[in-house]
């Protein structure tokens, strides 16, 4: 949905994410709003637009707030969106700002009761005097309507900034977590959570890192991973004991010393980490790299993927203009044999776990148009460069997808630049409204 004015603040798309069968793609934004989309089903006389989002539902899911006790406003951003699995006709999710997240309720109705005996079809009152005969209502055919209701409220668990939330594959509860500490609710107790991990010292000056992202583990209900900002994985264990604070196994990769540099810490930081579809590997992505980790491997990943190396000599000016704290995301496809993760100018990379062949990709009204195909891109540093090739001096910093998602099951990706989504599909891609 590229748009051709100037992107307002509250449009910029801040989280994508698939629900469990990919027939419907949610995006938040920073004005607090979600918005729904449903892939087209596939026609016979249309084949070429088979498989299209369209718009299905846009509601407002959190509204700015106001801490009194802190003097702090609360942005209506939407941080994180999940879906819950499905159990009926109606589907759910979850959205979350920087302190409370909401469970809504999206069902459909396309039909609608008429013949009521004491209401006449406006939903008033009929007079009883003129009622002189019993009528069975029918159910009649109309429009399609969405109707999204929110069912629950999960407020005051976050003393700070909730950066994830992840459902459990109990379907029953779910958690969230800021910068000091892991939650863990009850998908039907709004009034009180557990606290399963909590890193703050007694001193906060004695603060030394803090959580980045978490997720639980897709089959194991007992499991979840947790990283942080000093670039290591805990992966924790809720059998083990009430409160995760001693983890089970801790993943980190000991630092090169002739890599050592001011900016070190700062991009060795874990933006996001998830699970693969199997359960065997975690995906993490730091500030210049992708890397895969073995569950049962600690000492290092067993995989490495340069996102954008040619970026190591340009740390000073992204640490003075800020972008070195950017938080890219990374996504697995179905079969966790490709991965996926954004850089800046639009671009973004994937690399083939088989082949090992990696490309980058531009999402840009260009390779939007209906059957374009994608061109790879290539970065050149110095010396000589071919016809197509970009400068890194060129590079557009303010142009970055920090969010994507993948199709659970199909090659068809959504990314966000800024306040437009693309959504591409197998070889053939579109840009979908």
Not at 156 to 180: Q, R
Not at 340 to 361: C, E, I, P, S
Request: aromatic share 10%.
């Amino acid at each position: 949905m590229p748009s051709h004015r100037m992107p307002s603040e509250a449009d910029i798309i801040s989280t994508v994410e698939f629900n469990h069968t990919g027939e419907l793609l949610a995006t938040g934004d920073k004005g607090g709003r979600v918005v729904i989309f449903q892939r087209e089903p596939e026609s016979k006389n249309a084949p070429q637009s088979q498989g299209e989002y369209d718009v299905y539902s846009t509601f407002q899911s959190h509204e700015p707030e106001f801490d009194y006790l802190k003097s702090l406003e609360i942005e209506e951003k939407i941080n994180k969106i999940k879906w819950l699995p499905q159990q009926n006709a109606a589907r759910a999710l979850l959205s979350a700002n920087d302190k409370t997240i909401k469970l809504w309720k999206i069902t459909e109705r396309d039909k609608r009761p008429e013949g009521y005996n004491l209401k006449d079809e406006e939903g008033k009152l009929k007079d009883l005097s003129t009622v002189t005969s019993l009528q069975v209502p029918v159910l009649k055919p109309m429009d399609l309507m969405v109707e999204v209701s929110p069912r629950r409220i999960f407020a005051n668990g976050h003393t700070y900034h909730i950066n994830s939330i992840s459902v459990n594959s109990d379907c029953e509860t779910y958690m969230s977590a800021d910068d000091l500490r892991i939650n863990l609710w009850h998908l039907a107790i709004t009034d009180r959570s557990f606290n399963i991990v909590d890193i703050k010292p007694a001193n906060m000056e004695d603060l030394t890192e803090v959580i980045t992202a978490s997720e639980f583990h897709p089959h194991h209900c007992n499991l979840f991973v947790y990283s942080s900002s000093k670039g290591s994985l805990r992966l924790c264990d809720m059998r083990a004991a009430a409160l995760c604070d001693k983890h089970s196994k801790l993943f980190e990769e000991p630092e090169d010393p002739s890599n050592r540099s001011f900016f070190s810490e700062i991009i060795s930081s874990v933006s996001d980490v998830k699970f693969s579809h199997s359960g065997r590997y975690m995906l993490t992505r730091d500030y210049l790299t992708v890397k895969v980790w073995d569950l049962n491997m600690e000492a290092r990943p067993i995989e490495t993927y340069q996102v954008h190396d040619y970026l190591r000599s340009k740390l000073c000016s992204l640490y003075e203009n800020d972008c070195i704290f950017d938080k890219f995301e990374c996504a697995w496809n179905g079969s966790d044999s490709v991965i996926m993760t954004g850089a800046y100018n639009n671009f973004f990379r994937m690399f083939d776990r088989n082949t090992k062949r990696d490309v980058t990709l531009e999402a840009s009204r260009e390779s939007s148009k209906p059957r374009a195909v994608l061109k790879p891109r290539r970065v050149c540093v110095g010396g000589k460069r071919r016809r197509d090739d970009i400068s890194v001096d060129s590079l557009d910093f303010t142009k970055k997808i920090l969010h994507t998602a993948w199709h659970p099951a199909e090659n068809i990706i959504a990314i966000a630049a800024t306040n437009n989504l693309y959504i591409f599909q197998d070889k053939v891609n579109s840009d979908m409204h």
